[in-house]
């Protein structure tokens, strides 16, 4: 199982990104998809997430609005497309992928994870 995420960048505010996370050695029919980011001295917290068992998505409510978490199953690849970008979404960005049907916000629950993006967003 590997997960590659790119795609990150130095954008200002107002700005939009969308980060891939390449995923291969599973399926997401198996395997839920989790993003979650770090900023410097904060701990890592969870973005969004997406449940293998019907697609169901969820969001933490500060991206809310303006973060959407999708699938391409062709692509083997899962996306956070980010819109609306605030200096506080600046982090290091990791998707995450664990086997089940649920998905979940913490990050000790995840078998798998990227190395990571480095996103950052100038005032």
């Known amino acids: 199982v590997q997960l590659v995420e790119s795609g990150g960048d130095l954008v200002q505010a107002g700005g939009s990104l969308r980060l891939p996370c390449a995923a291969s050695?599973?399926?997401?029919?198996?395997?839920?998809i989790g993003w979650f980011r770090q900023a410097p001295g904060k701990e890592r917290e969870g973005v969004s997430r997406?449940?293998?068992?019907?697609?169901?998505?969820y969001y933490t409510d500060s991206v809310k609005g303006r973060f959407t978490i999708s699938v391409d199953n062709a692509k083997n690849t899962v996306y956070l497309q980010m819109n609306s970008l605030k200096p506080e979404d600046t982090a290091v960005y990791y998707c995450a992928a664990v086997l089940g049907r649920f998905s979940s916000w913490y990050p000790y629950d995840y078998d798998y994870w990227g190395q990571g993006t480095q996103v950052t967003v100038s005032s």
């Open positions: 997406i449940d293998s068992s019907d697609g169901s998505t």
């Open positions: 050695g599973f399926t997401f029919d198996d395997y839920c």
